[in-house]
Every structure is written in structure tokens, then in C-alpha cells.
């Protein structure tokens, strides 16, 4: 992956070729749609993708790319929006002030990034068994707080103003949700690619030994790395739980595989196949469009999947099967 | 990866033959103390629920937990396969993430042909030719296409699971059948046909895969590609044969579940995860901490007992879930710590 560039004019034909699959993909997807499914292009439609569609996957998404990055894998994301979900409805339910409900979540989503810093960096479990270990003590944990899985519903009448405003608030004309999306992109971008931070975790991604043969400390940034991934997910759970007014316990796991597809689509688009926050981005822009513009072409809802799924497949046998020559 | 040096020691002589070079005595007592500790906590979960419930120990009970169990042991002895041939690094190593899938589309096709009129034979050859068919698909990104295998069966996961709603519709198709009617019913001494069809396909499997020259190269492949590559093995039609077999177990446990839940199902896909830790958690069923048949088959009856018991006991089934993950937690905690520390 992470291989010396070749230098052979061939070589760097195939390489460009292989980081054009996504791009290619996703204005082919454009165009395609644009001519199949009337009312595709409409700009409320095109709204309706970005809110809807984009918004919470592409928070959750990013902080998946950070544990990714740092050569590993979050499975328990969904757990950490949940339990901001909880955390914030609970508070709100309880009378408390928006604010404080909101830290509480925040708080509640980094309760699940710290038991991944203390299994990953503090006792050494991988990545995928420590958080998928963590997934599961989870689900029952949500099911232990909430009798058994029982959605846990806002009155309508109880609920202050303010609660509405991450999920359905507009500034300056725009929906509050895709800002928070834009900000948190648009930050990620910035710790993973220009931050001292962001290079250690990219280079622990690369290689962990070389990070600590350097005198730098590798068990901290791993560490660091799991509470940002949840502390990511969690303002998604924010949002999430904003729009809907409601927490359902073990919802977040939806976000879960295409988060990671996402993540792993977005490795296309780099030199090395690393990956990075504007492939993420764009690999959820696919998703999204795929699943807006499947729905508006009238096919059949249970066709859709096939559809995402086939598509997802056909970017990543291209990219791969052009990239390692 | 360095603990399984002995790995290309078959299976039969592992035994007997002292511990290898590198593990010092401490290290094999540890070893022994952690591999005893998972036999040991599943003899006291057993022991416990048998004193707790005067129904746990019945010849009836037993075969209910055995039958509970087909499905998802089926399974996970399908993907502990993929996982001996794709090395066990679970993102970048053997993984199929399309197996649930692969058993609701499987059982939907079961079910449908059924419901068309289509004899037993016809049905549960299309039930395992979709199964296999999933598996060459799988085969195919993974060594011609040459996609990641977590990433590989996540799309395929993807098509699969969207297949099966367009087949269903969403909904239930049921399905009764001589055939299920006989795997769903009682085979000899009163215990559940569906038993007998989980022990005799773990029991083929382990066989294969624990004491034949096929299985030993199958770890091989796995564990050190390079080594196998310069004695001059196929990878690629091992990592082929292994999601083709996954495929495969997928077919089966696809006509099991139809026969256990008299038709097709929705949500397949959420048996996932729990195959998932089944086949890692049967890792510490082993002597050596690596993926095994038996260890497989061992993890996913310990899961059944628990399942069964806090059934039995009026518990709520949703604990079972956090002790899943705490177990593998405490398991993966210990092995990692007892781990030589050395490069």
C-alpha cells in the first residue's frame, strides 16, 4: 500500500487510473441519475440528499477514517453515537438545561472512546476485537438502561426550543446538521493532514514500530485516536437525536458498514491508498447519491441495496485490481 | 503471530510433542492456566445452570441447546475456515462478512422454490448452489480482483442482503416440507435431527481441517504465505476453497434455519456480528489459541448454554450479549498480556 512510487510512465498511468475509480464513479452516478430519475436535479431534492442522506454518515464516517488511519478499525462507533443519544435525552427528559444535556452526550460517546483507549492502547487488543468487544458489552448495557431495548420518546410539550436547533435549525439559510457536517470535515481534514497529531497517527497507521522507535508516545496517540473517533460519532448522535426527538437503543450500529465502506472507498483516491478525509467524504457523497437517486427513479425500495452494494463492489475491484500491478 | 510457531505440527501430533522452541516454561503454564480458564468457565457455567435448573440436564434440554446452536455453529465453522486461510489479522487477513447474508438469501431461495411446487431435491440444490455461488463471487474479488477480504464481502454483503428482500419481499415465505419437517423433528434417542447435522458437519470439517495434509497447508497459507508460497502452494486456491466453503456452510445453515424456523426469515444479517465473535471466541478453545474446528463448535455450544440457561432461569437474554463481548475482551486481554514480549 504504502510502497516507493514506481517511476515507470506506465506505472503512473495505472496508479492516476486507479485513483480516478472514485471520482469517475461518482460523476458517472451524477449523470446517470440525472438522466434517469426526473426530478433528480432539483434543487430540493439535491438539499434533501445532503440533509438527509450525507449528514450524520459523513460525521460518522470521518471518525471512523481516524482509527482507520492509525491502522485500525472502529466497530463500535455506533455505540458511541447511542450513547450520546442517551445521554442527552435523558438529561433533557430530566429537565436539565440543552447545554449541559448536550456536554452530557458528549460525555457519553467519549465513555465508550475511553474503554477503547484502555483495551487498544492500554492492555494492546486489536482494534476490530477490542471494539467489537465493545459493541456488544453495548448493546446490552442500552438494553439494561432502557428495559429491555424500549425506545425512550421526548414529550413534544417538555421539549425547550433550543433542543431542535442542532437538528432542524437553519443559519444563514442553511441547515444547521450539514454545517455541523462541513465544520467537522472541514476540522478532521485539518488534525489529519496538517497536524503534528494527524502525521503521528497516519505514521502509526504505517508503521507503529518506526512511531516508537522515534521517542514518540504511540500508546497516547492510539489512545487519543479512539476518544476523538467517539467523541466524532457522538456529535453525530447529537444531531441525530436532535432531529428525531427520540433514542432508540442500538439505532447507531446503522451507520456502522457503510461508514466503514465509505472509509475504505475513500482509500481509492489516495497516492498510496491511504486513507484520508476528502476520499471519506466523497465515498459518502456516493453512498448518498446512490440511495437518493435509486429512490427517485422509482425502482423498486429492496433494489436499492443491490444496487449500492453492486456499485460499491464495482469501485473497489476497479481500484484494486488496477492498483497492485 | 509469533505464539503459533508450532502451528505446522499436524494437529494429531501437537498432542503429545512437548511445547516448541521458543515458549518458556512460564509462558506454557500461563498458557495452560488461560486455555484451561476457557474449558474451566464453561464446566461452571454448566455446572451452575445444571443446579439452578432442574430442566438444564435433560436429554430433551441438551438437544434443544445442540439445536439452537446449528445454525450459527454452522456458520462460524464456515468463516473459522476463511479465518485459518486468510491469516488471522481480521482487517487486512480472512474475513466473510456476507455469511448471515449469504444464509437468509439461501434460505428465501429454499423457501420460495418450495412454495412454488418445486421438490425437496431441486430446492436445497438451488438453496446451495446460491450459497456456493456467493462463496465463488467472494473467491473471485478476493484473489482476482485482489479487494481487501473485510471490504470484498462488505459489498457482497451489501447485494446479498438486497437480494433477499427483492426474493421476499421483506416478509416471511414459509415452508414445510419433508425434508424440513425431518430436520426440524427428532432423530435417534429423542435428540433433535438439527444436533446431529451440526455435530456430523463439525465433525467432517474438523477432521479435514485438523488432521489431513489439505488442513495443515490450509494454516499454512494463512499463518505464513511466504513459507507456503516457497514450498510451493497455491494461495489462491486455498483463499478461493475457503470462501467457496464458507459459501457453502452459508447453503447449509440457510436450509437449517428454514427447517428451525419452517420458512424464510427477515434480519439475517443480524446473526452476523454474533457468528462473528463465535468463531474468534473459539480461539481460546484451543490448545494453541488459533482458530479451530473444534474450538469453533466448543465456543458456539458455550454460547448456546448461555442462551438456553438464562432462558431457563428467567433471565434477561440481553446479558447474553455483554458476556459475549466481555469474555472475548478478558480472553483477547489475557492472551495479549501473556504474550512474549519480543519484536
Known amino acids: ?325 | 503471530m509469533l505464539v503459533d510457531t508450532a502451528l505446522l505440527v499436524p494437529a494429531s501430533a501437537r498432542a503429545d510433542t512437548p511445547s516448541p522452541q521458543k515458549t518458556t516454561v512460564s509462558q506454557g503454564l500461563a498458557g495452560i492456566a488461560l486455555r484451561g480458564g476457557a474449558l474451566a468457565v464453561f464446566v461452571t457455567v454448566f455446572v451452575l445452570f445444571a443446579f439452578a435448573s432442574p430442566i438444564f440436564l435433560t436429554p430433551f434440554n441438551l438437544g434443544n441447546i445442540l439445536a439452537q446452536s446449528a445454525i450459527s455453529g454452522v456458520l462460524a465453522i464456515g468463516l473459522t475456515v476463511v479465518i485459518i486461510a486468510g491469516g488471522g489479522n481480521v482487517v487486512s487477513g480472512g474475513i466473510d462478512l456476507s455469511l448471515a447474508a449469504n444464509m437468509g438469501l439461501s434460505a428465501a431461495v429454499y423457501a420460495a422454490l418450495s412454495q412454488a411446487g418445486q421438490v425437496d431435491g431441486v430446492a436445497v440444490l438451488a438453496a446451495l448452489g446460491t450459497g456456493l455461488a456467493i462463496g465463488a463471487v467472494n473467491a473471485l474479488a478476493v484473489t482476482w480482483a485482489r479487494i481487501v477480504p473485510l471490504l470484498a464481502t462488505l459489498a457482497v454483503m451489501n447485494v446479498v442482503g438486497g437480494l433477499e428482500l427483492v426474493l421476499t419481499q421483506n416478509t416471511v415465505i414459509p415452508a414445510i416440507t419433508p425434508l424440513l419437517e425431518s430436520l426440524s423433528g427428532s432423530g435417534p434417542f429423542g435428540i433433535p435431527a438439527l444436533a446431529y447435522v451440526l455435530l456430523g458437519f463439525a465433525l467432517i470439517t474438523a477432521v479435514v481441517v485438523q488432521a489431513t495434509p489439505l488442513g495443515l497447508r490450509l494454516y499454512a497459507v494463512g499463518e505464513f504465505p511466504e513459507a507456503a508460497r516457497a514450498s510451493g502452494l497455491a494461495l489462491k486456491r486455498f483463499i478461493a476453497g475457503s470462501f467457496l466453503f464458507s459459501g457453502l456452510s452459508g447453503g447449509i445453515a440457510g436450509i437449517l434455519s428454514a427447517a428451525y424456523l419452517s420458512g424464510s426469515t427477515t434480519g439475517a444479517g443480524e446473526l452476523l456480528l454474533p457468528v462473528v465473535v463465535t468463531a474468534l471466541l473459539g480461539q481460546v478453545f484451543s490448545r494453541r489459541l488459533v482458530p479451530t474446528i473444534t474450538g469453533t463448535l466448543l465456543s458456539a455450544l458455550f454460547v448456546g448454554v448461555l442462551i438456553n440457561g438464562f432462558q431457563l432461569l428467567n433471565l434477561s437474554s440481553t446479558l447474553v450479549s455483554g458476556i459475549q463481548g466481555l469474555l472475548i475482551l478478558l480472553v483477547v486481554s489475557a492472551t495479549t498480556l501473556l504474550r512474549p514480549k519480543e519484536g
Not at chain 1, 43 to 62: E, H, K, M, P, Y
Request: glycine letters at 10%; proline letters at 5%; a positive charge.
Open chain 1, 1 to 325: 500500500m504504502s510502497a516507493v512510487p514506481a517511476l515507470g510512465a506506465e506505472r503512473r498511468l495505472v496508479e492516476a487510473a486507479s485513483r480516478l475509480a472514485l471520482p469517475v464513479a461518482l460523476v458517472a452516478v451524477f449523470l446517470l441519475f440525472s438522466a434517469l430519475a426526473p426530478g433528480f436535479l432539483a434543487a430540493a431534492n439535491l438539499q434533501s440528499v445532503l440533509v438527509n442522506n450525507f449528514t450524520l454518515l459523513s460525521i460518522v464516517a470521518v471518525a471512523m477514517t481516524f482509527a482507520v488511519s492509525a491502522g485500525g478499525i472502529d466497530l463500535s462507533v455506533g455505540t458511541a453515537v447511542d450513547f450520546a443519544s442517551f445521554a442527552f435525552v435523558s438529561l433533557v427528559l430530566a429537565g436539565q438545561p440543552v447545554p449541559l444535556a448536550l456536554a452530557a452526550g458528549l460525555g457519553g460517546g467519549a465513555v465508550v472512546g475511553l474503554f477503547n483507549a484502555v483495551l487498544i492502547a492500554g492492555i494492546g487488543i486489536s482494534p476490530f476485537l477490542a471494539t467489537l468487544g465493545t459493541l456488544f458489552i453495548g448493546r446490552s448495557v442500552q438494553q439494561l438502561l432502557t428495559n429491555g431495548g424500549n425506545p425512550v420518546y421526548l414529550p413534544p410539550a417538555g421539549v425547550p426550543e433550543s433542543f431542535h436547533l442542532l437538528g432542524r435549525g437553519s443559519l444563514a439559510g442553511l441547515p444547521v446538521p450539514l454545517l455541523i457536517a462541513a465544520l467537522v470535515i472541514a476540522l478532521a481534514a485539518v488534525i489529519l493532514a496538517r497536524s503534528r497529531f494527524g502525521r503521528v497517527v497516519t505514521a502509526v497507521g504505517i508503521e507503529a514500530e518506526v512511531v516508537r522507535y522515534s521517542g514518540l508516545p504511540l500508546k497516547a496517540h492510539l489512545a487519543a485516536t479512539y476518544v476523538l473517533v467517539a467523541l466524532i460519532a457522538a456529535v453525530a448522535g447529537l444531531v441525530l437525536t436532535s432531529t428525531v426527538t427520540v433514542y432508540i437503543p442500538n439505532s447507531g450500529n446503522a451507520f456502522l458498514l457503510n461508514a466503514i465502506g465509505a472509509a475504505f472507498i475513500g482509500t481509492t483516491l489516495h497516492r498510496h491508498g491511504r486513507p484520508n478525509i476528502a476520499g471519506t467524504v466523497l465515498g459518502v457523497l456516493l453512498l448518498s447519491l446512490v440511495a437518493n437517486g435509486l429512490l427517485m427513479s422509482g425502482l423498486n425500495f429492496y433494489w436499492q441495496q443491490v444496487g449500492t452494494g453492486l456499485l460499491i463492489f464495482t469501485v473497489l475491484a476497479l481500484s484494486f485490481a488496477s492498483r497492485k500491478v
